[in-house]
């Protein structure tokens, strides 16, 4: 694993190659456009969620500096009545090297 995030411009080519852009993606979900795109360049935890489902992975992958080694935010603002745990929205199939 990593322990670098995926620059913001990698993020959102891989939701735009999933055939969606960040407005569309806010307007799939009912998040505000404004928490996805912060979400990119800082933390901001119901972007970063909204973002990883509809990639199909873990936030801590897309972000590591963010989580700690067992996938909890390290967020200041990520309280926990709002942590969820995390679901992709499909399972994700199995990749073959």
Request: hydrophobic share 35%; with cysteine; aromatic share 6%.
């Amino acid at each position: 694993m990593r322990n670098e995030p995926l620059h913001p411009e990698d993020i959102k080519c891989a939701i735009y190659k999933r055939g969606q852009t960040l407005e569309g993606l806010a307007r799939l979900t009912g998040v505000n456009s404004v928490n996805i795109r912060k979400a990119l360049r800082a933390p901001l935890f119901i972007g970063e969620q909204v973002i990883a489902q509809f990639l199909n992975v873990h936030p801590k992958e897309l972000w590591p500096n963010r989580y700690d080694k067992n996938g909890n935010p390290l967020h200041p603002h990520a309280s926990a009545n709002h942590l969820k745990p995390f679901k992709p929205l499909c399972k994700a199939k199995e990749r073959s090297m």
